[in-house]
């Protein structure tokens, strides 16, 4: 079973509407917390990181949110634009002495249409 | 100037060679990783070097070997090459690994197809 779990895995939205994705991970000990977006052919772009202290971090119309504590994390995209479809993929970091791993999600999808 | 350049973008070679792809970043970054994507968009890390030294080897046919001549290049060579291992394969760079969350900057990617 992978360790983050994103859903859903696809979904389509109307151009200028909202939508959240959602991360869960079970990754121990945590060190961070990435989504990146990923458009087709192209490699991923990173929109966020966030540390076990930050609960909010915002880049444009893209807003992170992560609760620590539930191990959830969740990516706002507001007033959505055509460049938005893409995927987005979370990615959850551990440090520990001489072990650094990452664990990835499958991604989410997006499509948006005018 | 491209950040992180990759090449060949593609490759199409039989089952059974051999293939190297190539990595550099501009960036003076310490550090560089290899990722592989499959059909279905999943990516997976596979190596990752911090000045020239591997920190990361995740559980891959030892066909794969990274070699990183210097900080600047990381790159990697398949042996004996597999229809499974027909993928789009990632470089990347960031600043360094450690305690802090270094951005990692990725390449255009090398859609590597085995027939």
């Known amino acids: 079973k992978n360790q983050v779990e994103q859903s859903p895995q696809s979904l389509i939205i109307l151009e200028g509407k909202n939508c959240t994705l959602q991360?869960?991970?079970?990754?121990?000990?945590?060190?961070?917390l990435r989504w990146y977006k990923q458009d087709t052919g192209r490699g991923p772009v990173s929109l966020t990181i966030m540390t076990f202290s930050e609960n909010t971090k915002s880049n444009g119309r893209y807003t992170a949110t992560l609760d620590a504590d539930t191990k959830q994390s969740s990516l706002h995209i507001t007033a959505s634009q055509l460049s938005d479809s893409a995927s987005y993929i979370c990615v959850v970091s551990t440090r520990e002495i001489n072990d650094y791993k990452l664990s990835f999600g499958a991604g989410t999808t997006v499509t948006v249409r005018a | 100037d491209t950040a992180v350049s990759q090449t060949p973008k593609y490759l199409v070679t039989q089952m059974g060679n051999d293939k190297s792809i190539k990595c550099e970043q501009n960036?003076?970054?310490?550090?560089m990783y290899w990722y592989k994507q499959d059909s279905k968009k999943f990516l997976k890390i596979m190596f990752s070097?911090?000045?020239?030294?591997?920190?990361i080897n995740e559980t891959v046919p030892n066909r794969f070997s990274p070699k990183s001549p210097d900080k600047a290049h990381l790159n990697l060579h398949i042996n004996s090459l597999e229809l499974g291992d027909s993928a789009v394969y990632f470089c990347a760079s960031s600043q360094d690994v450690g305690t802090r969350p270094y951005e990692q900057y990725f390449g255009p990617g090398t859609r590597l197809t085995v027939t």
């Open positions: 960036l003076g970054h310490d550090t």
């Open positions: 070097y911090n000045n020239k030294e591997l920190i």
């Open positions: 991360c869960n991970y079970t990754v121990s000990p945590f060190s961070n």
